[in-house]
């Protein structure tokens, strides 16, 4: 009972209460709202473009961090699971992006990447490139790519993590005995390590999917949403219509509309990650 009462009060009813508001025209601080049944949700569908668009950026992102993220993130586990000098030194080194705070991050990258005395354009100008030199976060061009690396390379320590820990429950004696039947090194790691380490992918590509299409505190450290909503997402936008537009009542029904979205790509790609391991 009690488990179900702390669930009931923390998760429950707070689902029903934004359900509810999401349902009416209200300011947040005046005690009348106005009913407007699912004209909210009918407006984020039909009208809200910005919406779809941090939707976009948002979904631009997470394939990034799919691909390139998790594919660093095994490698180095990878090589890390192997007999290599300093590996616990590596470990270590590679964990420390993630525990980082992300406000920090935000602003040190910002201003790694300012246009006009950022370190990356300066490097650019040592080297012999001065052609490469541009405004790296206020350019719509590279904007949302710049996010999105920083975002990987901030978040590839949680991943690198999780595989470290699903290739060191691989018996050793699996690979013992690939070696015995002759096997080289690409066909041990096709036949042993990938096999073995499908329940660990789907899961790192689930909570990688959940995590950066939340991701909030590292865009609006590093560019707030600019330039002109091109690294807009759907959290800060979600934001900007309760604080901005003072709209609690239509932020509560974009809320409800992104967690719809979370859990069915969640569900679908836990479905076909599902239907790739069983083949």
């Avoid at 066909?187 to 995590?211: A, C, D, Q």
């Avoid at 239509?250 to 790739?276: D, E």
Wanted: net charge positive; aromatic share 16%.
């Amino acid at each position: 009972m009690p488990a179900v009462l702390i669930f009931s009060i923390f998760y429950i009813y707070p689902f029903f209460k934004v359900f509810q508001l999401g349902m009416y025209e209200w300011d947040g601080i005046m005690p009348t709202r106005t009913f407007v049944g699912l004209g909210n949700f009918q407006e984020i569908l039909l009208q809200d473009k910005i919406w779809w668009d941090s939707m976009l950026n948002v979904g631009w992102i997470t394939v990034i961090a799919l691909t390139f993220q998790n594919a660093v993130a095994f490698a180095l586990a990878w090589a890390c699971d192997r007999e290599i000098k300093l590996k616990n030194f590596y470990r270590v080194i590679f964990f420390l992006p993630p525990v980082l705070s992300e406000v920090v991050v935000g602003l040190v990258w910002q201003w790694i990447l300012d246009g006009n005395y950022g370190l990356l354009n300066g490097w650019l100008i040592k080297m012999g490139f001065p052609q490469l030199v541009r405004h790296w976060l206020s350019d719509p061009a590279t904007a949302l790519n710049c996010v999105a690396i920083v975002h990987c390379w901030k978040g590839f320590g949680w991943g690198f993590l999780i595989f470290l820990a699903g290739l060191q429950t691989i018996p050793r004696e699996l690979y013992e005995a690939a070696r015995v039947d002759g096997a080289n090194a690409w066909h041990t790691f096709k036949s042993v390590t990938i096999p073995l380490m499908i329940p660990v992918v789907v899961t790192v590509m689930i909570l990688t999917v959940l995590g950066t299409m939340q991701a909030f505190v590292l865009i609006i450290a590093m560019t707030g949403g600019g330039p002109a909503y091109h690294t807009q997402v759907p959290v800060l936008r979600i934001l900007a219509s309760m604080r901005g537009s003072s709209r609690f009542g239509y932020a509560c029904a974009q809320g409800l509309s992104f967690g719809v979205i979370l859990v069915a790509i969640s569900f679908i790609q836990y479905r076909l990650s599902k239907r790739a391991g069983g083949a």
